[in-house]
């Protein structure tokens, strides 16, 4: 019998570890797949990252010219100067990308590369949030690991956004290996000044080439690293800081001045100029002083419990109190700064989340691993169980096709293309509208000239006074305009119109709550579904849904709804 118990004893922690191992494993990868699984259900880009995909393709499809005839050359077949944009951005992203993703091209010139490089993009970020989470578990164990893999892949907005073209989402994989070599970790006290120095110079890096208000950010967990003695001024932060000047400033000048052909030219000095100093930023809009903290961060945690249970707890605590407060502190005071500009977008402090997320699952696993010491534990933790699970679904299930249903001119130019180009007309030549071009439309979705006599050709054309004289319209075939708009109704406008629609794209146009006996068309989440698992995943979601209307909301519905946004005109001899 005694036998039997030496036996039995160590087999069940043995169990416990693998069991508790295996789930951390699991969420570790879950995180680059979810941000491939968004990246595919949402290839396509929207305005704000145009820059930056447009330079993906430039540089990857015309090469890097001499710089005998740069100028020339980029004038020509470069879409940065024919559209700069209100401030220069840097190539580097664009540059590192084109590079990368050469490689894959050379094994397969059919590979989709506007894909490839936001596949690149999003497991480096992918990477770098793996890595934040292997020094969670090395600073404060695994069980607060798997609770901050679990908060994070079930947050929407990170995980949809690490492949995007975005100079914040450039910035975004390197300030998260930033902070993540802030994070102590037993063993590693020796080297901690010179991982803080390491962190430093990164977040200079970072906010010299991509993003201006990392200044700040910087500037935050500076400041706390030396009020609480961690770094010494002479010793850590001064190299840091001159590192990451030079290298950042070498950079971006040297690559930024050949792009733009403007020497010197540093990218963020004159996109601070702009929108801070000049205070440009406001024409796209100002927000109150309480937005980043009553709208943005609840928006990114996305999950309730990690402010509202998680992160109180975790201060109310003793034992994780200082850990906590150390996450926090920088971060909220950056956030608590950056608040006095009344221009304000949630990604522009992104880079907070995974410190936030790190101080909510310190209080989740606590209230895990005591929640057999009293009722409340209990109730909580299966609280706080739940509402990963409840937040996951609405991501993946809500948000992520709702923001694939976002790019209306993308799939009108890919309609166009499969449906209604004349394959005996050698060139057919196309009018690509302002809303078309926000909403999709990048020169990776263009067909490319075969020869200069059978060619798709595309127009961007902007200037008002250009667009309202009839004999511009004159040169095309076809024309992707807002579906209800100024172009539209030039077009249509008159009994003499040579115009006629021959398609239109519907776009996401917000939610609509079902009543009791109303149908649920589904055509966004039909669409999501059967790209992932076919005819089969459309039927078990009907049944799922009917099944929840009848037994669990009494026949209450949300969904999706779609409006008319692109129309496709074709001229009529």
């Known amino acids: 019998m005694s036998r039997d118990i030496g036996l039995y004893i160590p087999y069940i922690p043995f169990i416990d570890r693998l069991l508790i191992n295996t789930v951390f494993l699991f969420l570790f990868l879950l995180v680059p797949g979810l941000v491939l699984l968004h990246l595919l259900v949402a290839p396509y880009t929207k305005v704000e990252e145009s820059f930056h995909v447009q330079a993906i393709h430039d540089i990857e499809t015309y090469g890097i010219p001499s710089i005998g005839d740069a100028a020339a050359y980029m004038q020509e077949h470069y879409d940065h100067f024919k559209f700069p944009g209100a401030v220069p951005r840097t190539f580097i992203g664009a540059l590192v990308l084109s590079e990368l993703s050469r490689p894959f091209i050379w094994l397969n010139k059919n590979v989709n590369r506007q894909i490839l490089a936001r596949a690149i993009l999003g497991l480096f970020n992918a990477s770098a949030l793996m890595s934040y989470a292997s020094g969670i578990k090395r600073a404060f164990g695994q069980p607060a690991a798997i609770w901050y893999l679990l908060f994070q892949a079930s947050q929407f907005h ?81 190299p840091a800081g001159i590192l990451g000047l030079f290298i950042g400033l070498i950079s971006t000048v040297s690559v930024d001045s050949f792009f733009w052909q403007q020497f010197p030219l540093w990218p963020e000095l004159a996109a601070f100029k702009f929108n801070v100093v000049s205070g440009q930023a406001s024409a796209w809009g100002t927000q109150p002083w309480h937005f980043y903290f009553s709208n943005a961060i609840p928006r990114l945690l996305l999950n309730p419990c990690t402010y509202l249970i998680g992160i109180p707890v975790a201060l109310s605590l003793s034992s994780t109190r200082a850990a906590t407060a150390y996450l926090l502190a920088p971060s909220l005071a950056f956030v608590a700064l950056f608040s006095s500009q009344p221009h304000k977008e949630w990604r522009f402090i992104l880079y907070v989340i995974p410190p936030l997320t790190a101080a909510a699952s310190l209080g989740a696993s606590y209230i895990w691993t005591h929640r057999t010491k009293s009722f409340i534990y209990r109730l909580l933790s299966l609280v706080m169980l739940l509402s990963p699970l409840a937040s996951f679904t609405i991501s993946t299930f809500v948000l992520l096709p709702s923001s694939a249903a976002n790019y209306p001119g993308a799939h009108a130019l890919r309609a166009l293309h499969d449906n209604h180009g004349d394959t005996f007309q050698p ?83 917000g939610v609509r709550v079902l009543r009791p006996g109303e149908e649920a068309r589904g055509s966004v989440e039909e669409s999501f579904l059967r790209g992932i698992g076919g005819e089969r995943a459309i039927g078990v979601w009907e049944k799922g849904r009917e099944l929840v209307r009848r037994f669990v909301t009494k026949g209450w519905w949300v969904g999706l709804r779609m409006e008319p946004r692109i129309r496709i005109m074709r001229r009529v001899e």
Not at 222 to 235: A, E, P
Not at 453 to 472: G, H, L, N, P
């Open 427 to 509: 060139e057919i030549s196309v009018y690509l509208g302002n809303l078309a071009c926000q909403t999709g439309v990048t020169r990776f979705l263009q067909i490319p000239s075969k020869s200069p006599t059978e060619a798709w050709k595309y127009d961007k054309t902007e200037d008002e006074t250009i667009k309202s004289s009839s004999t511009f319209w004159d040169q095309f075939d076809y024309a992707l305009v807002e579906a209800v708009g100024p172009e539209e109704s030039r077009l249509t406008s008159g009994p003499n119109s040579r115009w006629e629609n021959v398609e239109v794209v519907n776009g996401f146009a």
């Open 158 to 238: 990170v995980l949809y956004y690490a492949s995007r073209t975005l100079s914040n989402m450039f910035a975004f994989g390197i300030t998260t290996l930033a902070l993540r070599y802030l994070l102590s970790e037993p063993g590693v006290r020796h080297k901690y000044r010179t991982r803080c120095r390491l962190s430093l110079c990164l977040l200079t890096v970072a906010g010299i080439i991509f993003r201006s208000e990392l200044a700040l950010f910087l500037a935050m967990h500076t400041l706390f690293l030396l009020l609480t003695g961690r770094v010494s001024l002479i010793k850590e932060v001064i």
